[in-house]
């Protein structure tokens, strides 16, 4: 299709192209004054007891490290435990999960951590939660132990590293837009193709001028000495 061509399509559908082009105006208007998300994160590591058997303690107990740390991240993502959370204080989006979410069916002992993400548009939330969410996991593991008869100094511990404080999401705003272009140009083509292969023609009422039904037609009817009548 030619230039003059395509500017003929879209000068016959003027009227759907500037339609698309206020609805691509309107969600543009929408992402540019969308609220900014926070979120913080961190890596819970559990530490294992000191084992003087064992200088890498990880070679006698990871199996059970990581099996509890995957435990404890279902215990409070389940319904009971982001009740618990929002009963600390905790209002943000929570997550809690293994570092590789695959580590139950492919164990790599080396690594028993758990990263834990609070997400919010509202700032104070997303520390506020994430503080709430680290106390409901570890009392519950705390709790675990003690049900479990395990001694003081074979407790497995819960070291937080890597806390990165509430920071501002902002995605890409420049891909955003790259991508809203395209979209509304494949948009306007559609629009204006569809309008140009189904027709819709107007009375100057403004309504559809509805085609009649063979039903609705009238035959006329003939009479003897008609000049429109035929003998046979």
Known sequence: MSLPEIA???WRHLLAVLAVLIVAAGVAYT??????TYAETATLVFVPPHSGAHPNPLEASS??????????AVQVMSP???QRVRAAGGTAQIDVE???????????YSNPYLTVTTTSADFPAVHRTFTAVNKVLNDEFMAEEVQNDVTPNNQIQIVMAGDTG????????????????IL???AIFAVAAFFDRHPVRLMRSG???PEPRPSQMRIPRLQAGDPASFDY
């Open 80 to 82: 009971q435990g982001q």
């Open 63 to 72: 199996g059970s490290i990581l099996e509890s740390a995957g435990t404890i």
């Open 207 to 209: 309504r559809r001028t």
């Open 98 to 108: 293994l570092v590789n979410s695959y580590n139950l069916e492919y164990p790599d």
């Open 166 to 181: 509430p920071l501002t999401q902002t995605g890409s705003s420049k891909r955003t837009l790259g991508g809203l272009i």
């Open 8 to 10: 003929g399509l879209l």
């Open 31 to 36: 992402f540019k004054h969308t609220p900014p």
């Open 184 to 186: 509304t140009i494949v």
